[in-house]
């Protein structure tokens, strides 16, 4: 009763400590929960409907039968014995019960034993005393009943996971209705507007081009084959676990899916940065700014970068050693970053830092020029009768887009000093 008890309620600490997690992200990064994470919260929730009145009707039995184990070890035999204590007698040693049967008689030959000098008790009395002690007190070790020891296993599942997608947020996000294949529509030749050169003559004309730029739709998830013993003995939950873990990759793959594309994007467009100081970076940053203007009429609004290149930039100094990024009091700095958080601003863009980037990344972008296309599919479950097991899987459809070809520029940066 009380391992069940204790599972349940571990089920729903795992699903409280889920919604937390999600509320908290959201809150983090000053936003709604995204599809994904509205449709875990949906689950957690469902879960402890569920989980709670499981745990309130097993709790009021467990109360029952405490109380009737109370009452009966309260009972005193016709020796004045309590239940608890005759049973205990019954388990101890025979060796026990003939050395001493009595208390008392323990007592005395533990003050004998510890006897000082000038008490009326020889040597010989004091060693067999102390023969007796040592040999009725048997030691009791853990060694000595490791059919009573448990073996617990404490707190959630240690998972460690960057399951963001910091570079697909920042797309343009459209939700994908047709597939596996579809177009965007894209202009490729502008109307024409010029001066009339003279009354009644023509104004100019141009027609406008539309072409059709194909986005292919790719499936992307994963499935694991539970047993029901591994479901039902686990804890915590291997079932929680198990999704958990296929959502936490399932992010991670769609954010490699925009970090390609993005990476693929700047390439087609790099340039160099004249030094590796501070002063090199900030140039190279505002000419790749002046590249993207170019090339779309629209200025960048992020800048994406690999975490070694987040950390180099973040510890730049200027000659004096001043930090060129000060976590806190900028003053005519060019920005604002600190070790303790991926947010801050690097002159006006907004980093964005992904583990799904390349080392030695650095990428100014236009974030509405691309897009990410997702259907979320989620948990898919299939129960198994004739193996005892369930099917677990999770899912989705995804695809990304750049609008433009110079939407992104890439920056390469000189080895550091």
């Not at 391992?3 to 936003?31: F, H, M, S, V, Y």
Request: proline share 6%; no cysteine; aromatic share 6%.
């Amino acid at each position: 009763m009380d391992a069940l008890l204790e599972n349940l309620r571990a089920q729903l600490d795992e699903a409280r400590n889920g919604i937390t997690a999600l509320t908290q992200r959201a809150a983090d990064e000053n936003r709604d929960l995204n599809d994904a994470e509205q449709h875990n919260f949906d689950a957690y929730r469902t879960q402890i409907e569920g989980l709670q009145p499981r745990i309130d009707q097993l709790a009021a039995v467990q109360r029952s039968y405490d109380a009737s184990a109370s009452a009966i070890a309260s009972v005193v035999d016709g020796n004045g014995n309590s239940g608890v204590a005759t049973l205990q007698r019954a388990e101890a040693p025979d060796y026990l019960q003939r050395t001493y049967p009595t208390a008392g008689a323990w007592v005395v030959d533990y003050l004998m034993s510890r006897a000082p000098g000038g008490i009326d008790v020889s040597s010989e009395q004091r060693a067999a005393a102390r023969d007796r002690i040592q040999r009725a007190v048997a030691n009791q070790t853990t060694a000595d009943n490791p059919g009573l020891i448990p073996e617990p296993i404490i707190g959630p599942v240690i998972n460690f996971i960057d399951n963001r997608r910091p570079v697909w947020n920042t797309f343009t996000q459209r939700p994908i209705t047709a597939g596996p294949l579809f177009y965007r529509p894209r202009v490729t030749q502008h109307t024409l507007v010029g001066p009339q050169t003279a009354e009644k003559t023509e104004l100019p004309s141009r027609k406008m081009l539309v072409e059709r730029v194909p986005v292919t739709v790719a499936t992307y998830g994963g499935v694991v084959d539970i047993s029901l013993q591994d479901i039902q003995w686990s804890n915590p939950s291997i079932m929680q676990a198990i999704i958990d873990d296929l959502r936490a990759q399932y992010v991670l793959q769609t954010e490699g899916v925009a970090a390609g594309l993005l990476n693929t994007t700047g390439d087609a467009n790099t340039i160099t940065a004249d030094s590796a100081d501070a002063q090199g970076l900030i140039k190279a940053l505002y000419d790749a700014s002046a590249a993207v203007f170019t090339g779309i009429g629209l200025l960048p609004t992020h800048v994406a970068m690999s975490v070694d290149v987040w950390a180099r930039i973040g510890s730049l100094t200027d000659a004096g050693g001043r930090p060129i990024f000060p976590s806190m009091g900028p003053a005519n700095a060019p920005g604002m970053m600190n070790a303790t958080s991926l947010n801050g601003s690097v002159v006006g863009l907004i980093p964005v830092v992904s583990s799904g980037l390349p080392a030695d990344t650095l990428i100014v972008y236009r974030a509405d020029a691309l897009e990410g296309w997702e259907q979320l599919i989620g948990v898919l479950q299939v129960t198994e009768p004739r193996l005892l097991g369930t099917e677990v899987a999770y899912a989705g459809f995804a695809a990304s887009l750049a609008l433009s070809a110079d939407a992104a520029v890439s920056i390469t940066l000189p080895a550091g000093p």
